[in-house]
Every structure is written in C-alpha cells, then in structure tokens.
C-alpha cells in the first residue's frame, strides 16, 4: 500500500519532518473532528424545547437522541474502507457536504419522524467524517513523534466537542430556537470546503480490491437488529421482539465474520483482536464512553428539569467538566511515558468510578455543584481516554493494519456513547415509569407517567406537589442508574491492569 508521501527510498529524518503547512492541514481536519464530537452532546440541552415543539414519543425521543451514534457506528469501516477506493480527502468533503444538508433537514424539521430520519442522515454522512480525518493525519505527519501528537489532538478535539456541546446548545438556545443547534455545522463545512484541497493531501489505494457490498450488508444486519433489541429489551423486557432482534443480529454477526475470513480483502481484518493489547484497548474504549454518554443524558436532564436551570446557565455548568476532561487529555500521554499506561487508564477510570458514586448520593434538592463535580470527575477519565484510547488501538496492531485499527477505535466510541444514551436511559426511563405508574396511577395524566419533561411541559396544570414528585422520582432514576455504572467502570478498571503491564 503506498501513501502521499511515500517514495521508492527513505527519506532524510529532517525531511520527513512536518511543516507549517501539515500544521495548518492539521487545523483543518480538526474541525469537522469538532464537529462530530459536538454533534454528540449538542442535542442533549435542546431536547427538552424540541419535546415541547415536536411531542415526540417515548420511543421517538429515543431514537432522536441515538440513532444518530448508531448509524456513525454502523458505516465507520465500511466508509473507511471506501475512502480508500474513492480518495480519503474526496470522501471527507463529500461527508462535509452531506452532513450540512442534512444538518439543515434536522434544523427545519416539523415533525419527530422528520427529525429522526434526519439525524440517521447525519449519522450516515458524519461516518464519512472520522476514519478520513484520522487516516489524513498518517499521511500529513511522517515523523512518528510529530504523528502521536498530532493524534493526541485530533482525540483531544473529538472530546472538547463533545465537552462544548452542552455550552454551545444554551448559548444558542437562549437566543434562538431548537433548529439552531444543528445549523453550527454550515460555517464549519464551508471553511473545510475552502481550505481542504490546498491544505490535505490526497490519497487512493490503487492497489484495494474492490469494497465488498454483501460484508457491507451483513454488518448492517448484524449492527442494527442487535441494537434494536437491546433497546427494546431495556424497554419493555425480553418479548418476542427483543428476542427476534436479537436473533437476527446474532446471525448476521455470524455470517459477517465467516464471510470476513473468506475474503482475500476484507472489510474488516479480524486477525486484529488476536492481540490481547488491542482487544483490551477497544473494551475500555467501548464501555468507558457508555458510561459517560449515559451519564451527559441524565445530568444535563437534570440540570434543567430538576435543577430549574435555563439552557444557557445549564451548558455554562458544563464548563468545570469540560476543562477536568481537557486537563486529562493533556496530562494522560505525558504520564504515560513515565507510568505504565494500565496504571494510567486503570487511575482515570478510578476517577469516574469517584465521579459516579457522587452522583448515586445526589438528592432532587442537591446543589448544582454537587451535580458538576460528580460529572467532572467523570470528565477526567473520558479525557485520559480520549486521548491514550486511539493511540492503545493503533500501536497495539502491526504497523500494516494500523488503518483497520483507527476505525476500529473510532467505531467502539461512537457505539459505546449511543449504547449508553439507550441503555442507561432506558433504564432511567423505565424506574421512572415504573415508580410514577405506583405511586401516582390514576392521579395524573397518562402523559405525565412518560417522562419528566412532559410533567415539567404541563405544571401549571397538575395538581400541587406531583412536579416536586416527579422530579424525586427522577432522581432516584439517576442514583440507581449511576451506582450500577460505578460498579461496571470499577471493573473495567481491573482490564487494562492485566491486559497492559509494565506498558509505556
């Protein structure tokens, strides 16, 4: 496989040095890296006003927060793949240009499905994002030292996004409607439109087989059902749909991988998760962002419909977490190369096992700063994560797959966030529902027993006490929702002690 800059002989140490120019490149592949980790956390403060508007169900609601990460999930290594056959910087600004379009179908949409249908979109587009960005960097930056730290930001980026989107969401929902959280992307895809074809190389495997459409089709029949029945699962328990979806998810894994060690060009190499390194990388990747993007559903929830706080104010309170998880990104890779890096993530992950606990004691009457704190040492692990996770990924795979690796990690981290907003609000949702149908059954409204935003939406006409009730239900939701996390991180935190001794 050959790259842009490759030629015939090695090349002077000093001339494989990146430039200003890579540098600027860099600057530019960050931004839709923003973008994407933006558009993770963005909708979780407008949720509540597009509730209002839209009156979605209980199972639109969810698919309008997670299927989204989804469908990023699902097209990560077959858009990786096809980047490429078609050209890694061709396929970024074809994502870039999908992505604003359906950007602007998600900001004027007038009913939920409507809605739904365009966050699949951005989903679908935003996948041809990632793998380009993070394959570009290999081909900007010879120098492997130049190359880590270039990775460390583009991880770091990915994060802060994420971290921003909250702040970024109340600034605009204080000033504008729901719509507006979706629009950010336009003045992003127009500056990469810009500067992309004289700032980023081009890149085309000549030598790739062609892309393999049924190992395409069988990940999505793998992914997709085995998704459903989890949420249907947490739902509404283990009926026959849940069990079918299960079923056909479980087939089509298995067809996929039979069909993967077929092929003398797969879409996905499975020699891979021969390493017991990189298997462990991908573990904690997967169920450390589950955790947290359970986690930023139920705070920022309860920032405004417990808590009372505005959009603006709440996206100002996730500021502390967001410098906490800026803080670990920095500082994780600069103690890795004086620790072993299992202790380092093995101390992160203790961090938001801390973090959790904090959160399993809050109360409907605790203070906004117990809430933040909690969530800020939560932050701190996902920073460590977000900046050695890639990085684990990649140098535990032989040099020659480091490409399969980067999409690997990029999928488990996309996957590991709509896994928890499903699964742990799922959760959440159901003791809600469970506890209000009990205590409440036939004094309210059946709306009310749905969700809180429905109670917060009718206040002023229920009956005196049940919005103070409701809110008590939901934060017990929360406690139990958060110890059960602590408990799983905990464990985690025991993997990358055994799977990465003495590692540096």
Not at 42 to 60: C, E, G, M, R, V
Not at 258 to 278: E, V
Request: charged letters at 10%; glycine letters at 10%; one cysteine or more.
């Amino acid at each position: 496989m050959t790259s842009y800059c490759e030629s015939p002989t090695p090349s002077p140490p000093l001339a494989s040095r990146a430039g200003p120019r890579q540098w600027a490149g860099l600057a530019v592949l960050a931004l839709p890296t923003l973008l994407l980790g933006l558009d993770v956390t963005l909708l979780y403060l407008a949720f509540p006003a597009l509730a209002a508007d839209l009156k979605p169900s209980s199972a639109q609601a969810l698919w309008i927060m997670d299927i989204y990460g989804f469908f990023i999930s699902g097209f990560l290594i077959t858009m990786g793949t096809l980047g490429d056959r078609i050209g890694r910087r061709k396929l970024l600004m074809l994502g870039a240009g999908g992505f604003a379009l359906a950007s602007l179908l998600a900001a004027f949409a007038s009913t939920a499905m409507q809605l739904i249908v365009a966050r699949a979109l951005l989903g679908f587009t935003g996948a041809a994002l990632m793998p380009s960005t993070l394959a570009l960097i290999s081909n900007l930056f010879r120098d492997p030292s130049q190359r880590a730290l270039a990775i460390g930001i583009w991880a770091t980026m990915f994060a802060l996004g994420m971290a921003a989107g909250p702040l970024v969401g109340g600034m605009l929902l204080d000033r504008f409607w729901w719509g507006s959280a979706f629009l950010v992307a336009l003045p992003v895809v127009a500056v990469l439109w810009l500067c992309a074809p004289w700032l980023l190389p081009e890149y085309r495997d000549e030598t790739s087989g062609r892309l393999d459409l049924p190992s395409v089709a069988l990940s999505l029949l793998a992914l997709l059902p085995l998704i459903y029945g989890v949420k249907h699962f947490a739902r509404h328990g283990l009926d026959w749909q849940a069990v079918a979806a299960l079923l056909i998810g479980v087939l089509g894994l298995l067809l996929f991988v039979k069909r993967q060690q077929r092929l003398a060009d797969p879409l996905l190499d499975l020699s891979l998760f021969r390493g017991r390194s990189f298997t462990a990388a991908l573990l904690i990747l997967l169920v450390g962002l589950m955790g947290v993007g359970g986690a930023m559903l139920l705070v920022t929830q309860y920032l405004q419909l417990v808590s009372g706080l505005s959009p603006r104010v709440a996206g100002a309170w996730m500021g502390p977490p967001a410098l906490a998880m800026l803080v670990a990104a920095i500082s994780a890779p600069l103690l890795a190369r004086r620790f072993p890096v299992g202790q380092v993530v093995a101390g992160a992950l203790l961090f938001s096992v801390l973090g959790y606990l904090m959160l399993a004691r809050v109360d409907a009457e605790a203070r906004t700063i117990q809430v933040v704190s909690g969530f800020a040492l939560i932050y701190l692990g996902l920073g460590a994560i977000a900046a050695l996770g890639t990085d684990l990924v990649v140098a535990a795979a032989p040099p020659g797959k480091a490409g399969s690796a980067a999409s690997l990690s990029e999928t488990v981290q996309e996957l590991g966030v709509a896994l928890g907003v499903a699964l742990l609000g799922s959760l959440s949702s159901g003791l809600y529902r469970a506890s209000v149908t009990e205590q409440l059954a036939g004094t309210v409204p059946t709306a009310v027993r749905e969700s809180l935003w429905e109670v917060v939406s009718m206040a002023d006409r229920l009956p005196a006490g049940v919005l103070d009730q409701t809110r008590e239900i939901f934060t017990q939701g929360l406690n139990l929702t958060a110890l059960i996390t602590a408990v799983g991180i905990g464990l985690l935190a025991m993997v990358p002690m055994i799977a990465l001794p003495g590692r540096r």
